[in-house]
């Protein structure tokens, strides 16, 4: 990739995973901790809520990874995989739930940033 191309995507990655970053560090902190709010959001202290804690950690200890050493094809690899699973939330939980609108509006950005990456890296077969 030339430096070129590395500095039109890089804003818009760094702001992708400073999101990630900013939401998922509270939340992981909070989720760790047992605190109670958690509850009203992700619902009670259950086995699938310990598999849901250590998916956003991974994906906040991935995010914090590339925010050090940007590699841009990680960082669209760990955001698709962010868009799927936020924009099928609405179907297996609904769209009341907080989470459910937060993780909509978050993949906008995703997903803007996900169109850059491959504009910007003139996606072709050769990446597969």
Sequence with gaps: MT???FTAIQPLMYT???VNIAVLLPIVILMGMRAKVVDGAWGPLTPARGILFSIYFSILATSVFLL???VP???LALLLV???YKVTTPFTVGLKNPVVISNLLISVLHIT???VLFTQLQWSIRYF
């Design 82 to 84: 962010q868009v799927l």
């Design 16 to 18: 992708s995973l400073i």
């Design 68 to 70: 050090i050493f940007p």
């Design 113 to 115: 940033t996900i169109s």
């Design 73 to 75: 094809v990680m960082a």
């Design 3 to 5: 430096p070129d191309v």
